[in-house]
Every structure is written in structure tokens, then in C-alpha cells.
């Protein structure tokens, strides 16, 4: 997977905690990115990043907040997590914006 | 609108071709992709095709792209059990910079 590393791959958690997942790689890439994968909507843009400390916002970022204080980590919080946000989480890596993405093998979160 | 479309699903016989329809939005999208997903994995780069182009292969794959009418096309000859995935295209149209997905098409192939 590129040198991409999610965790974890699994969790279950209870509405109202907070969850935090990670992302790893080993390329040196420029830009991180986390998507969610829902039955029905495909792919979702959450968050991504152009740099350490610098990330922007995607198309479903409500409820989720992100860092990146090292070029090869990229962090993905709920600070409270709800049942709607139970789905599968990707990391993706890029050395161009949006260009030949290469992903990581994703989280189940489930949020019961 | 933003829509990429595919169909949902697709199958085919081991050994037949396959055929994988997308409709994207923006004909002066620099570039096109396609991307397979294994069950329980993230998504795999499998090509990609730029704007200027109508046709590349790639050993068993072929991607045509028709500009005039937004369709991009992903044929796989000889197809495989391996093959089984759900095959997603893209799109970055110019005028938002966004990586834009399809909702994937499920290829089936049968023994």
C-alpha cells in the first residue's frame, strides 16, 4: 500500500467518546487526505493536508477535526463520535494535489 | 452537476471481456483515472489517461476516452477472478480543483 500504515484497522466505540485515527506513511509525500466510504455515497472528502500544520477542509468535515505535525503523520479526530459517523475511513497520500492517489487499507469504525 | 456516473454492477465470464462505463463531468479534466477495490482493502491506482489522449493500454487494459461526450471506458481483456472488485473512475475538473469519484462499479466474474 505505498507505505501507508491506518490504525487501527478496526474499533468499536459508544456515542459521545472521543476517537482518534491515524495515518503513517513512509513516502514523504506532500499531501494526506482522509476520505469516509459509505453504502451509497462512495467516497467523501473529510480533511486534507498540503504540509505540517497545514490542512484544509473537505466536503463533509462537520464533527471531525484533523493535525499533521510531522510530515509523515496525519491524524483524523472525533471529538464525539455518533452513530452516523460508523463508516470506513481512508488515508490517501499524494506527491501532487489530487493526483495518482495512493491509499491506505482503511478503519471500520463502528459507533454504537 | 458534479455527478461522475457508473453503472453498479457488471458480470461477466472468466476469460470474456469486460467493459467498465463512466460519465464524467468536465471535459477539460487534466486527468482521468481508474481505481480497483479489493474486498477488505483501500483503493489501488490501476491507471489513469490524460486529456489529451484517446486511447492507453496497458497489458490487459484499455481506456478510451471520448471527449466530446464525457465517456470514459475501461476494458479489461481476458478477464480473471482476480478481477472481482469494485472499479471506481475520477475526475478533477478544472474550474473546482476537486478529486471527484464515481460510485463504483461491482465487476463479477464468474468461474
Known amino acids: 500500500d505505498a507505505g501507508i500504515t491506518q490504525s487501527p484497522r478496526h474499533k468499536v466505540t459508544e456515542t459521545g467518546t472521543p476517537v482518534t485515527l491515524r495515518c503513517h506513511q513512509t513516502e514523504n509525500h506532500r499531501y494526506m487526505y482522509w476520505y469516509r466510504q459509505d453504502p451509497g455515497h462512495g467516497l467523501r472528502l473529510i480533511h486534507y493536508s498540503y504540509g505540517v500544520k497545514d490542512t484544509d477542509k473537505g466536503e463533509v468535515s462537520d464533527g471531525y477535526s484533523v493535525s499533521r505535525s510531522k510530515t509523515e503523520d496525519f491524524l483524523l479526530t472525533l471529538e464525539s463520535a455518533t452513530s452516523s459517523q460508523t463508516s470506513v475511513y481512508f488515508c490517501?497520500?499524494?506527491?501532487?494535489?489530487?493526483?495518482?492517489?495512493?491509499f491506505g487499507s482503511g478503519t471500520q469504525l463502528s459507533v454504537l | 452537476g458534479e455527478d461522475v456516473e457508473q453503472s453498479l454492477f457488471l458480470s461477466v465470464r472468466e476469460g470474456d471481456s469486460s467493459v467498465i462505463n463512466c460519465t464524467y463531468t468536465d471535459s477539460s479534466s487534466t486527468y482521468l483515472y481508474w481505481y480497483k477495490q479489493e474486498p477488505g482493502a483501500g483503493l489501488q491506482l490501476l491507471t489513469y489517461?490524460?486529456?489529451?489522449?484517446d486511447m492507453k493500454q496497458d497489458q490487459r487494459l484499455t481506456v478510451l476516452l471520448n471527449k466530446k461526450d464525457k465517456h470514459l471506458s475501461l476494458r479489461i481483456a481476458d478477464t480473471q477472478t482476480g478481477d472481482s472488485a469494485i472499479y471506481f473512475c475520477?475526475?478533477?475538473?478544472?474550474?473546482?480543483?476537486?478529486?471527484?469519484f464515481g460510485q463504483g462499479t461491482t465487476l463479477q466474474v464468474k468461474p
Open positions: 489517461i490524460f486529456s489529451n489522449m
Open positions: 475520477a475526475e478533477i475538473p478544472s474550474n473546482t480543483g476537486k478529486l471527484i
Open positions: 490517501a497520500i499524494s506527491g501532487d494535489f489530487n493526483e495518482k492517489l495512493f
